[in-house]
């Protein structure tokens, strides 16, 4: 079945890049996502990257897409300490709006 | 501004006790979902629904039920709590974009099970 796996645990120094990886096994995904949850809030749309683009830019954020390895990344330029949140990667399933979302990665920025 | 409201933060219920918990869209979106949320987990779909009085069991439906009576209200139940139900609940509705979809979440409800 379909399957999103992510690292559990990030933790970088503020003004390094953090890189967020995940991998998934549906090819027939037509978007990817990102979301950021933040302690005891919901979770934030990020960025998506549809399937047929390999990269995309959003102020700080780059995503990185490799269709062939399925192989999905998030780059974070310059992390700030409001950064520290859970980052989930996310693929839809069918035409219905649902998600398979991975186990989340706890991004941990330190001063 | 899309908002996605759920009815409490926090919620506290003994054991096979009747649990209701709601949401609300305002933006007028099909599609609603509830999902659970676990440490290590990740997200896990309980339930969802495309229209009014439309569900679709999701990958842990055992335990749970929902009901779909308007279009901008999508309420779980939990028949007869049990404490591994203890966990965080999140309510999401979406948006058709461009050939994808756009989930947008609730704040979430935390529920312990006692």
């Known amino acids: 079945g379909e399957d999103v796996e992510q690292s559990l645990f990030l933790s970088v120094r503020e003004g390094d890049s953090s890189v967020i990886n995940c991998t998934y096994t549906d090819s027939s995904s037509t978007y990817l996502y990102w979301y950021k949850q933040e302690p005891g809030a919901g979770l934030q749309l990020l960025t998506y990257?549809?399937?047929?683009?390999d990269m995309k830019q959003d102020q700080r954020l780059t995503v990185l897409l490799n269709k062939k390895d399925k192989h999905l990344s998030l780059r974070i330029a310059d992390t700030q300490t409001g950064d520290s949140a859970i980052y989930f990667c996310a693929e839809t399933s069918g035409n219905t709006g649902k998600l398979i979302f991975g186990q989340g990665t706890t991004l941990q920025v330190k001063p | 501004d899309v908002k996605v409201t759920q009815s409490s933060r926090y919620l506290v219920k003994r054991t096979g006790e009747k649990v209701f918990l709601e949401c609300v869209q305002d933006?007028?979106?099909?599609?609603m979902f509830w999902y659970r949320q676990d440490p290590g987990l990740g997200l896990r779909l309980i339930y969802f629904?495309?229209?009014?009085?439309?569900?679709e069991k999701g990958d842990i439906p055992e335990g749970y039920s929902v009901s779909r009576e308007k279009k901008e209200r999508f309420s779980l139940i939990l028949e007869s709590a049990s404490t591994n139900q203890t966990s965080m609940y999140l309510c999401?509705?979406?948006?058709?974009?461009?050939?994808?979809?756009?989930?947008?979440f609730g704040p979430g409800t935390r529920l312990t099970v006692t």
């Open positions: 629904s495309y229209d009014v009085k439309m569900k």
């Open positions: 999401a509705s979406s948006l058709r974009v461009a050939g994808g979809y756009e989930q947008y």
């Open positions: 990257i549809f399937s047929n683009m």
């Open positions: 933006m007028d979106h099909e599609n």
